[in-house]
């Protein structure tokens, strides 16, 4: 384990290094949540039914958890992206502990994601949106949101080690933008027809967003939502608890097996 | 005194689906030495290091590499060995000496700041070494991945196609490279389509296609497998039929005629046959001489005459490998 510690602190002071070489992506990563918050408040919100101010406190949680599922893509994508250059084969060559290279990225991304979760609630603060319930709870809401950013990014791992082309991993990286659209995260599933409220409220960012909304006291879980979302905080973990249980181990043998 | 392998491998097999990429690879490299893995694109050469470099489980078969079982003791193997190829490279979003310093790191190699200098100074990158590496060169790049695979002092270093695609500065910088570690005594196995850099470097040359190696033995052995050819051109056309009569006792080869230049030649496996003895001896016969040429076998003449009986699709890849050579 201390070798494990070891290593994958060597290869998160690699991811970090990066970002500061590259402080484009760095930018783009941070602000195109923002862009998105600001465009879904006051251009979405403009149209909505509900009053904005109470839309603004709805939305901000769905926007951090729309952002912690953007591990999907840039998971996959640095994944792929280290396949495809060679860099993975180079670590591979290396005798470190060959859950070291996939847990150092990781671990990198949730300390970029915890930095960059920081603006993104300064923004929402701004815009009127409040912790509303109580200190404790707010933390574990941080706490839930860091852990699904955690386990999509394994989702994200994976697939980029399956794909392993730079190419489709950005493609299919895109295509995960859908994944927030078809939730709870923007707005409410009470509306929508019958078997897609269903769909939406199995997916994870519906259960992690409620959770979000009633940890921070912004909004009360809704009435008569599928488990996950009516039980949103044991829905969450058992989500995270799934796609770790799925990714790791898979992530982990396809990383030391190296298959092409 | 009996030979140490630094790399030995029995019946190394491993197959993509239906594609039998490496079928029952056995190689041996004496340690200290170079080894040159020579064949034509889809050989199986990218595979065969692959799997000894321990980047792919094989399906059968075993190998010892520096010592270690490849499978049982890869670790062991991965402490020994450095690996550089397209597919083992180096970060590019990192400066050079990040990346150094990150392999350093993780090959838990003491004073991990004072190797990647060292290194960089001796690949000539200290003045590039804090830009990142993707504005690198192409000999800069494969410098860089060579400095990469040597942080640990490798017992047994594998380049793959160390040299493609560089212009002849970068390829002699390499080969310089190469040189020096085997001086110091690392065992190299490279892999090349070059038969001129199989030459220059290789004490033992493997032909591998199709996945098997197929013929091992020294440049030298290869080209006296060919033999050198001698060609000499006569006066007058009734000169020939003497000339050949030289040439057939001197080379043992059979003679061919270029009725137009009046140029007999004819193979040697002769390797001590040299240019003055031929003119001399057909001097003595009285044959008019012209102009002679002793020309001796390249390895690209081994190459073909060795794969020439292989089928339509090796003469494509042979084509392939002209190309890249030109």
């Given at each position: 384990?201390?070798?494990?510690?070891?290593?994958?602190?060597?290869?998160?002071?690699?991811?970090?290094?990066?970002?500061?070489?590259?402080?484009?992506?760095?930018?783009?990563?941070?602000?195109?949540?923002?862009?998105?918050?600001?465009?879904?408040?006051?251009?979405?919100?403009?149209?909505?039914?509900?009053?904005?101010?109470?839309?603004?406190?709805?939305?901000?949680?769905?926007?951090?958890?729309?952002?912690?599922?953007?591990?999907?893509?840039?998971?996959?994508?640095?994944?792929?992206?280290?396949?495809?250059?060679?860099?993975?084969?180079?670590?591979?060559?290396?005798?470190?502990?060959?859950?070291?290279?996939?847990?150092?990225?990781?671990?990198?991304?949730?300390?970029?994601?915890?930095?960059?979760?920081?603006?993104?609630?300064?923004?929402?603060?701004?815009?009127?949106?409040?912790?509303?319930?109580?200190?404790?709870?707010?933390?574990?809401?941080?706490g839930l949101l860091l852990l699904f950013r955690?386990?999509?990014?394994?989702?994200?791992?994976?697939?980029?080690?399956?794909?392993?082309?730079?190419?489709?991993?950005?493609?299919?990286?895109?295509?995960?933008?859908?994944?927030?659209?078809?939730?709870?995260?923007?707005?409410?599933?009470?509306?929508?027809?019958?078997?897609?409220?269903?769909?939406?409220?199995?997916?994870?960012?519906?259960?992690?967003?409620?959770?979000?909304?009633?940890?921070?006291?912004?909004?009360?879980?809704?009435?008569?939502?599928?488990?996950?979302?009516?039980?949103?905080?044991?829905?969450?973990?058992?989500?995270?608890?799934?796609?770790?249980?799925?990714?790791?181990?898979?992530?982990?043998?396809?990383?030391?097996?190296?298959?092409? | 005194?009996?030979?140490?392998?630094?790399?030995?491998?029995?019946?190394?097999?491993?197959?993509?689906?239906?594609?039998?990429?490496?079928?029952?690879?056995?190689?041996?490299?004496?340690?200290?030495?170079?080894?040159?893995?020579?064949?034509?694109?889809?050989?199986?050469?990218?595979?065969?290091?692959?799997?000894?470099?321990?980047?792919?489980?094989?399906?059968?078969?075993?190998?010892?590499?520096?010592?270690?079982?490849?499978?049982?003791?890869?670790?062991?193997?991965?402490?020994?060995?450095?690996?550089?190829?397209?597919?083992?490279?180096?970060?590019?979003?990192?400066?050079?000496?990040?990346?150094?310093?990150?392999?350093?790191?993780?090959?838990?190699?003491?004073?991990?700041?004072?190797?990647?200098?060292?290194?960089?100074?001796?690949?000539?990158?200290?003045?590039?070494?804090?830009?990142?590496?993707?504005?690198?060169?192409?000999?800069?790049?494969?410098?860089?991945?060579?400095?990469?695979?040597l942080v640990r002092r490798p017992d047994v270093?594998?380049?793959?196609?160390?040299?493609?695609?560089?212009?002849?500065?970068?390829?002699?910088?390499?080969?310089?490279?190469?040189?020096?570690?085997?001086?110091?005594?690392?065992?190299?196995?490279?892999?090349?389509?070059?038969?001129?850099?199989?030459?220059?470097?290789?004490?033992?040359?493997?032909?591998?296609?199709?996945?098997?190696?197929?013929?091992?033995?020294?440049?030298?052995?290869?080209?006296?497998l060919v033999g050198a050819h001698a060609e000499?051109?006569?006066?007058?056309?009734?000169?020939?039929?003497?000339?050949?009569?030289?040439?057939?006792?001197?080379?043992?080869?059979?003679?061919?005629?270029?009725?137009?230049?009046?140029?007999?030649?004819?193979?040697?496996?002769?390797?001590?046959?040299?240019?003055?003895?031929?003119?001399?001896?057909?001097?003595?016969?009285?044959?008019?001489?012209?102009?002679?040429?002793?020309?001796?076998?390249?390895?690209?003449?081994?190459?073909?005459?060795?794969?020439?009986?292989?089928?339509?699709?090796?003469?494509?890849?042979?084509?392939?490998?002209?190309?890249?050579?030109?």
């Amino acid at each position: 384990m201390s070798t494990l510690a070891y290593d994958g602190t060597a290869l998160l002071g690699r991811q970090l290094r990066r970002l500061r070489n590259n402080p484009g992506l760095l930018i783009l990563t941070q602000t195109m949540p923002i862009t998105m918050l600001l465009f879904f408040a006051y251009v979405l919100g403009s149209a909505l039914a509900m009053p904005g101010a109470e839309y603004r406190s709805f939305l901000v949680p769905g926007l951090l958890v729309a952002t912690a599922a953007n591990g999907i893509m840039t998971g996959m994508f640095q994944a792929a992206q280290d396949t495809h250059r060679g860099v993975t084969d180079r670590l591979r060559s290396l005798p470190i502990s060959r859950a070291a290279v996939p847990l150092g990225q990781a671990v990198a991304d949730l300390v970029v994601t915890a930095a960059g979760t920081v603006p993104l609630l300064l923004v929402g603060l701004a815009m009127g949106w409040r912790v509303e319930g109580s200190v404790l709870g707010a933390v574990g809401a941080v706490g839930l949101l860091l852990l699904f950013r955690f386990a999509t990014t394994w989702a994200g791992i994976l697939l980029g080690l399956l794909t392993r082309s730079e190419e489709a991993a950005g493609q299919l990286g895109g295509a995960t933008f859908v994944l927030p659209l078809l939730s709870n995260a923007y707005i409410p599933t009470d509306g929508m027809p019958g078997w897609l409220r269903t769909v939406a409220e199995w997916n994870p960012i519906s259960a992690a967003t409620t959770a979000l909304r009633d940890l921070f006291g912004n909004a009360p879980v809704p009435d008569g939502a599928a488990w996950p979302v009516a039980h949103p905080v044991a829905g969450s973990l058992a989500w995270c608890a799934v796609l770790l249980a799925v990714c790791v181990p898979l992530a982990v043998r396809r990383y030391a097996h190296g298959e092409r | 005194m009996t030979t140490t392998y630094a790399v030995l491998s029995e019946g190394l097999e491993k197959r993509f689906g239906q594609v039998r990429a490496v079928r029952g690879l056995d190689l041996a490299v004496a340690a200290g030495t170079v080894c040159g893995v020579l064949g034509p694109n889809g050989a199986g050469k990218t595979t065969a290091v692959r799997l000894l470099t321990t980047l792919l489980p094989p399906d059968a078969g075993s190998a010892r590499v520096a010592g270690h079982d490849l499978v049982r003791e890869a670790d062991a193997v991965r402490r020994r060995i450095g690996v550089t190829g397209q597919y083992a490279s180096v970060d590019g979003d990192l400066t050079g000496r990040e990346n150094l310093r990150l392999f350093a790191r993780l090959h838990r190699v003491p004073g991990a700041a004072a190797r990647a200098a060292e290194l960089l100074g001796d690949l000539g990158l200290t003045e590039a070494a804090d830009r990142p590496a993707s504005t690198y060169s192409g000999g800069m790049r494969r410098r860089l991945d060579l400095a990469a695979s040597l942080v640990r002092r490798p017992d047994v270093l594998f380049l793959d196609e160390p040299t493609t695609g560089l212009d002849p500065a970068g390829r002699n910088r390499i080969w310089e490279a190469v040189r020096r570690l085997k001086a110091d005594g690392t065992t190299v196995l490279l892999t090349t389509q070059y038969l001129e850099e199989a030459d220059q470097l290789a004490d033992t040359i493997a032909l591998v296609d199709r996945g098997r190696v197929t013929q091992t033995g020294s440049p030298a052995e290869f080209k006296a497998l060919v033999g050198a050819h001698a060609e000499v051109v006569v006066a007058d056309p009734d000169a020939m039929a003497k000339a050949a009569a030289v040439l057939d006792q001197l080379t043992g080869g059979e003679p061919s005629f270029d009725r137009e230049r009046n140029a007999v030649g004819a193979v040697t496996r002769d390797i001590t046959l040299t240019l003055p003895r031929l003119v001399r001896e057909l001097d003595a016969a009285g044959v008019p001489l012209l102009d002679a040429s002793l020309r001796p076998p390249t390895l690209d003449d081994v190459f073909l005459r060795l794969t020439a009986t292989e089928g339509p699709t090796d003469t494509e890849e042979l084509t392939d490998t002209k190309e890249h050579a030109a």
